[in-house]
């Protein structure tokens, strides 16, 4: 058999290395032969299946197609490339190419041969193709093909949803229908990477449609490939970008927006500039409205598509403005919320009332508008108008978001713009008040540097923030700044002292006090410089500076330098110490004299004698005077010295006036004293003070004859009243009196001897005792005279 | 016997008063001008002294502190006398026995006197 059928033995090995399954059947279907590849391809054994009926290997489904197939070539046709499903042994559907023809021998049929080659893995791949070209076909993303030529292939439903193109219509036809002519160079840069096998992704392009209308969608290319990798042409998958388009738009427009609104204050400048970027993306022509002064809205800008129109439109404004109550803008601005009119009809025009502003809205062209608001502060500003009078841009509420948020940017700064120049206006105010303080501060400064005084400004906490040059200078720095920069450092320099030579309490200064609140504190110091030795005298006084609540902020300090007077003070005081020593012992000598004179007059009963006795008189008067002087003197420089006993004042009141009683004929001094108790004083300082008190009384009350003395028991103290009805002391004088060198007037030009520091020394004793001294007085009724001591307590 | 009483003063006129106060009332009176005493009182031997805080040349409270550290003279009484504000204080800082204030009154001077020459008479007694 193989003989006759392949009769040379070199063919028969070269069929069993075919990858092609060569088969032959005899006229009942039984196989007769089969190549080597059956095996490989099928799995099945081949001796096992030689005298079986073919069909036994046909896929059920196949089974009438083989049947009619053998039959067909049984009565004499050859068949070619059949596919036909057989059965492989692991159970799989295998698709077979079959080629069959009969076999003849002399002229009859005796069987069949044939070729089978197995296409089951190529017809996979079919079928995914066809899957796929099913998948492209419904899908939502337009997907289409082009050839090299640009001649479109496939066009997919969603492709022809999106462009408005029908498959049918377009397939063959140039893609360059859909390609904008400003796009010509993308296109051929776009073509190039394609011919060169490379793809291009998310690629944004605007197309056209077949109704003209463009449409951005963002693209997918990738090259096509034949069989043998050659670049046949490209397949686009098309992605609707209007959305995304509008938004980038939108976010074009608004980051512009807020570029040109933050570029100025000049917000009616940056308002122009801003209707201008609504020309042409957004609008055909647009404008800006503001509230005025009064209230109402004035266009401050407008745009338009066509430059010619824009002086048309701003014509407009003049002769319908917005000054009818009802206009759109009007209403939005009242209103704060924003208004839309998305379609304006030719029906809508034709239905406004108001014959001039129809025929307006009918030149105009309106086909949509949007009004927005300009809001600050939930407030509006004004408001930005959009129109379209294009047919193809209706606004929509996507659109107004976008005009909203423009609408918030611009009035934010126009109030930002506000806020500026209010804030610009109050700086200017400032820095003329600023100039002003500036200028009155230099001339302050010019006199504070210029004044001898010390003066420094401590502020609330105590810190040294001012000082001028003479406070530097007295408190011993180069400089104020160095005083400023270290305020401690005088402490070190110098040794502080007060007057009664005791150290300083620095806590207590003048200027810590005055924080305290106390009334116009001041000091005098004397500060010794520990290198030289050298002291000098300070006064300091302090007064605070007070806020508006009246609070302290600050405190200035005035350093006095006192320096030289306390020298004066110190010669004078030596001056009056010398002088009246220096007066005391010709007294004391005359004194002895007149002694003697005294007692020779006595013995020899000389009239002279009552001379005598008056010079004596007035030489004790004399002694008083320079004791008077001395008292002065040492109370100046704080060496008035006491000496502190316990006795009895009753009895010393009593003493004293014994004793001036005997000097005076014309006076009756009346004392009314009860009182037991005992003071702690000074005796002899105290019975100054009264002698000082009883020889005013005589002397200012020189045409009566009463004088009264009083002691009272007033518990923790005794009071002392001396009593005179004499020429009394004038309201305004009764502090003065007890100053220094003060003497009271009469107005009868009647003047009183005296240095007129008796009092003043009484006071200065009065007080060490810490006691009160004051005088009770009617002009021309007389004076009392009073003072207090505390009464002592006796200690255990 | 007569008290004898040393008057130290620079000041003539005061010497003089004093001595004629004093001899008046029956003291016998020595003077000096100034503070060199010391000799002077080796030979006078005065019951009392009178003296002057400030003397030209010495200080009357160094010669007190002199006199009453020695112990042959510090039995002397000492009245210190000064036209000096402060004096009293010093004046018994210095060991003097009294003080008096010039200008004094002549009765203080007198009844000072006749106080300490008569102490000085009954310690001169005991011993």
Same mark, same amino acid.
């Given at each position: 058999m193989e003989s006759s059928i392949l009769p040379e033995k070199k063919y028969l090995s070269l069929i069993n290395l075919a990858p092609d399954v060569f088969f032959s059947l005899n006229t009942n279907g039984e196989l007769r032969s089969l190549s080597s590849s059956f095996e490989r391809i099928? $799995?099945?054994?081949?001796k096992d299946w030689i $005298?079986?009926?073919?069909s036994k290997l046909i896929y059920k489904k196949d089974l009438p197609l083989a049947r009619d197939l053998f039959k067909q070539v049984l009565s004499g046709k050859n068949v070619k490339s059949c596919e036909v499903k057989i059965m492989s042994r692991d159970g799989n559907v295998l698709v077979g190419d079959f080629t069959l023809m009969p076999e003849k021998t002399n002229g009859h049929i005796v069987g069949i041969v044939g070729i089978s080659r197995d296409i089951t893995k190529w017809k996979e791949r079919s079928n995914l193709y066809k899957h796929y070209a099913n998948l492209v076909e419904s899908s939502d993303g337009p997907i289409y093909s082009r050839d090299l030529n640009g001649n479109i292939i496939t066009w997919n439903k969603a492709s022809e949803k999106l462009f408005g193109y029908k498959a049918k219509d377009i397939i $063959?036809? #140039?893609?360059?229908?859909?390609? *904008? /002519?400003?796009i010509k160079n993308e296109v051929q840069e776009l073509n190039r990477r394609i011919k060169n096998g490379r793809s291009v992704e998310d690629l944004e392009l605007v197309l056209i449609k077949k109704n003209k209308s463009r449409i951005p969608i963002i693209a997918k290319i990738s090259p096509i490939k034949d069989k043998k990798k050659r670049i046949v042409g490209a397949v686009v998958f098309a992605r609707d970008n209007t959305e995304r388009a509008r938004e980038e738009k939108a976010e074009k427009l608004l980051a512009k927006a807020t570029k040109v609104l933050s570029s100025s204050f000049e917000y009616e400048k940056t308002l122009k500039t801003l209707v201008k970027l609504l020309i042409p993306d957004w609008a055909d022509w647009g404008a800006v409205h503001v509230v005025g002064k009064e209230g109402k809205a004035v266009r401050i800008a407008v745009a338009h598509r066509? *430059?010619?129109?824009v002086k048309w439109a701003e014509n407009l404004e003049k002769k319908y403005?917005?000054?009818? /109550? #009802?206009s759109g803008v009007a209403q939005v601005i009242e209103s704060g919320h924003a208004g839309i009119w998305p379609e304006i009809t030719e029906e809508l025009l034709r239905s406004i009332p108001d014959e001039k502003q129809r025929k307006l809205a009918i030149r105009l062209h309106l086909k949509s508008i949007m009004i927005v608001p300009l809001v600050a502060s939930k407030r509006a500003l004004g408001a930005i108008t959009f129109v379209s009078s294009d047919e193809s841009r209706k606004y929509r509420k996507k659109d107004l978001k976008v005009a909203e948020e423009l609408g918030r940017r611009a009035g934010q700064a126009i109030e930002n713009a506000r806020l500026y120049y209010e804030a610009e206006k109050e700086l200017k105010k400032r820095k003329r008040i600023g100039r002003a303080l500036r200028q009155s501060r230099d001339e302050l400064e010019i006199i504070l540097k210029n004044v001898a005084d010390g003066i420094t400004v401590q502020d609330a906490? $105590?810190?040294?923030?001012y000082a001028n040059d003479a406070a530097a200078q007295v408190s011993g720095y180069s400089s104020r700044e160095e005083m400023i920069r270290n305020p401690s450092k005088s402490l070190s320099t110098f040794e502080c002292e007060t007057e009664n030579g005791e150290q300083v309490d620095f806590a207590n200064l003048p200027g810590r006090r005055a924080l305290k609140g106390e009334i116009d504190p001041q000091m005098i110091m004397s500060y010794i410089n520990? !290198?030289?030795k050298e002291r000098r005298w300070a006064q300091i006084k302090a007064r605070p500076i007070r806020d508006e609540d009246g609070r302290i902020k600050a405190v200035v300090n005035i350093i006095n330098d006192i320096t030289e007077r306390k020298e004066l003070e110190r010669k004078k005081d030596d001056f009056i110490s010398i002088a009246s020593h220096e007066l005391k012992t010709p007294v004391t000598s005359i004194k002895g004299y007149l002694h003697l004179l005294m007692s020779y007059a006595e013995k020899h009963n000389d009239p002279t004698l009552s001379h005598i006795q008056k010079i004596d008189n007035q030489l004790n008067k004399l002694t008083e005077l320079i004791h008077d002087l001395l008292d002065l003197s040492r109370l100046q420089s704080g060496k008035l010295l006491y000496s502190m006993e316990e006795f009895s004042i009753s009895n010393l009141i009593q003493e004293v006036v014994d004793d001036l009683q005997k000097t005076t004929n014309h006076h009756a001094i009346e004392v009314k004293n009860g009182v037991k108790r005992k003071v702690m004083a000074d005796k002899d300082r105290i019975s100054q003070v009264l002698i000082n008190f009883l020889t005013n009384a005589i002397k200012y009350s020189p045409d009566r004859k009463h004088i009264k003395v009083l002691l009272e028991d007033k518990g923790e103290v005794v009071q002392v009243s001396v009593q005179d009805f004499g020429i009394g002391i004038h309201e305004d004088e009764k502090e003065k009196i007890?100053?220094?060198f003060y003497r009271v007037n009469d107005k009868s030009d009647k003047t009183f001897p005296g240095l007129g520091i008796g009092l003043y020394i009484s006071r200065e004793i009065i007080m060490r005792h810490e006691g009160k001294i004051w005088v009770e007085s009617t002009k021309g009724k007389g004076s009392v005279f009073k003072f207090t001591l505390p009464v002592a307590h006796k200690t255990i | 016997m007569k008290k004898k009483i040393l008057v130290v003063d620079d000041d003539e006129a005061i010497v003089e008063v004093i001595q004629l106060i004093l001899e008046d009332q029956g003291y016998a009176v020595v003077t000096s001008d #100034?503070? !060199?005493?010391f000799d002077l009182l080796e030979k006078e031997? *005065? !019951?009392l002294i009178l003296l002057d805080v400030l003397l030209s040349g010495h200080d009357g409270r160094e010669i007190a502190r002199l006199l009453k550290k020695d112990v042959t003279k510090k039995h002397i009484p000492i009245l210190m006398i000064s036209a000096? *504000?402060?004096a009293a204080a010093t004046a018994s800082d210095s060991g003097a026995d009294a003080f008096l204030s010039k200008p004094f009154e002549i009765k203080d001077l007198l009844s000072l006197v006749s106080k300490y020459t008569k102490k000085n008479a009954r310690i001169t007694c005991i011993s």
């Amino acid at each position: 058999m193989e003989s006759s059928i392949l009769p040379e033995k070199k063919y028969l090995s070269l069929i069993n290395l075919a990858p092609d399954v060569f088969f032959s059947l005899n006229t009942n279907g039984e196989l007769r032969s089969l190549s080597s590849s059956f095996e490989r391809i099928t $799995g099945w054994k081949r001796k096992d299946w030689i $005298g079986v009926s073919f069909s036994k290997l046909i896929y059920k489904k196949d089974l009438p197609l083989a049947r009619d197939l053998f039959k067909q070539v049984l009565s004499g046709k050859n068949v070619k490339s059949c596919e036909v499903k057989i059965m492989s042994r692991d159970g799989n559907v295998l698709v077979g190419d079959f080629t069959l023809m009969p076999e003849k021998t002399n002229g009859h049929i005796v069987g069949i041969v044939g070729i089978s080659r197995d296409i089951t893995k190529w017809k996979e791949r079919s079928n995914l193709y066809k899957h796929y070209a099913n998948l492209v076909e419904s899908s939502d993303g337009p997907i289409y093909s082009r050839d090299l030529n640009g001649n479109i292939i496939t066009w997919n439903k969603a492709s022809e949803k999106l462009f408005g193109y029908k498959a049918k219509d377009i397939i $063959g036809k #140039n893609v360059s229908a859909l390609l *904008p /002519r400003e796009i010509k160079n993308e296109v051929q840069e776009l073509n190039r990477r394609i011919k060169n096998g490379r793809s291009v992704e998310d690629l944004e392009l605007v197309l056209i449609k077949k109704n003209k209308s463009r449409i951005p969608i963002i693209a997918k290319i990738s090259p096509i490939k034949d069989k043998k990798k050659r670049i046949v042409g490209a397949v686009v998958f098309a992605r609707d970008n209007t959305e995304r388009a509008r938004e980038e738009k939108a976010e074009k427009l608004l980051a512009k927006a807020t570029k040109v609104l933050s570029s100025s204050f000049e917000y009616e400048k940056t308002l122009k500039t801003l209707v201008k970027l609504l020309i042409p993306d957004w609008a055909d022509w647009g404008a800006v409205h503001v509230v005025g002064k009064e209230g109402k809205a004035v266009r401050i800008a407008v745009a338009h598509r066509d *430059p010619k129109k824009v002086k048309w439109a701003e014509n407009l404004e003049k002769k319908y403005g917005t000054k009818d /109550r #009802n206009s759109g803008v009007a209403q939005v601005i009242e209103s704060g919320h924003a208004g839309i009119w998305p379609e304006i009809t030719e029906e809508l025009l034709r239905s406004i009332p108001d014959e001039k502003q129809r025929k307006l809205a009918i030149r105009l062209h309106l086909k949509s508008i949007m009004i927005v608001p300009l809001v600050a502060s939930k407030r509006a500003l004004g408001a930005i108008t959009f129109v379209s009078s294009d047919e193809s841009r209706k606004y929509r509420k996507k659109d107004l978001k976008v005009a909203e948020e423009l609408g918030r940017r611009a009035g934010q700064a126009i109030e930002n713009a506000r806020l500026y120049y209010e804030a610009e206006k109050e700086l200017k105010k400032r820095k003329r008040i600023g100039r002003a303080l500036r200028q009155s501060r230099d001339e302050l400064e010019i006199i504070l540097k210029n004044v001898a005084d010390g003066i420094t400004v401590q502020d609330a906490r $105590g810190q040294l923030v001012y000082a001028n040059d003479a406070a530097a200078q007295v408190s011993g720095y180069s400089s104020r700044e160095e005083m400023i920069r270290n305020p401690s450092k005088s402490l070190s320099t110098f040794e502080c002292e007060t007057e009664n030579g005791e150290q300083v309490d620095f806590a207590n200064l003048p200027g810590r006090r005055a924080l305290k609140g106390e009334i116009d504190p001041q000091m005098i110091m004397s500060y010794i410089n520990k !290198d030289t030795k050298e002291r000098r005298w300070a006064q300091i006084k302090a007064r605070p500076i007070r806020d508006e609540d009246g609070r302290i902020k600050a405190v200035v300090n005035i350093i006095n330098d006192i320096t030289e007077r306390k020298e004066l003070e110190r010669k004078k005081d030596d001056f009056i110490s010398i002088a009246s020593h220096e007066l005391k012992t010709p007294v004391t000598s005359i004194k002895g004299y007149l002694h003697l004179l005294m007692s020779y007059a006595e013995k020899h009963n000389d009239p002279t004698l009552s001379h005598i006795q008056k010079i004596d008189n007035q030489l004790n008067k004399l002694t008083e005077l320079i004791h008077d002087l001395l008292d002065l003197s040492r109370l100046q420089s704080g060496k008035l010295l006491y000496s502190m006993e316990e006795f009895s004042i009753s009895n010393l009141i009593q003493e004293v006036v014994d004793d001036l009683q005997k000097t005076t004929n014309h006076h009756a001094i009346e004392v009314k004293n009860g009182v037991k108790r005992k003071v702690m004083a000074d005796k002899d300082r105290i019975s100054q003070v009264l002698i000082n008190f009883l020889t005013n009384a005589i002397k200012y009350s020189p045409d009566r004859k009463h004088i009264k003395v009083l002691l009272e028991d007033k518990g923790e103290v005794v009071q002392v009243s001396v009593q005179d009805f004499g020429i009394g002391i004038h309201e305004d004088e009764k502090e003065k009196i007890f100053d220094r060198f003060y003497r009271v007037n009469d107005k009868s030009d009647k003047t009183f001897p005296g240095l007129g520091i008796g009092l003043y020394i009484s006071r200065e004793i009065i007080m060490r005792h810490e006691g009160k001294i004051w005088v009770e007085s009617t002009k021309g009724k007389g004076s009392v005279f009073k003072f207090t001591l505390p009464v002592a307590h006796k200690t255990i | 016997m007569k008290k004898k009483i040393l008057v130290v003063d620079d000041d003539e006129a005061i010497v003089e008063v004093i001595q004629l106060i004093l001899e008046d009332q029956g003291y016998a009176v020595v003077t000096s001008d #100034n503070g !060199d005493i010391f000799d002077l009182l080796e030979k006078e031997r *005065p !019951d009392l002294i009178l003296l002057d805080v400030l003397l030209s040349g010495h200080d009357g409270r160094e010669i007190a502190r002199l006199l009453k550290k020695d112990v042959t003279k510090k039995h002397i009484p000492i009245l210190m006398i000064s036209a000096h *504000p402060t004096a009293a204080a010093t004046a018994s800082d210095s060991g003097a026995d009294a003080f008096l204030s010039k200008p004094f009154e002549i009765k203080d001077l007198l009844s000072l006197v006749s106080k300490y020459t008569k102490k000085n008479a009954r310690i001169t007694c005991i011993s």
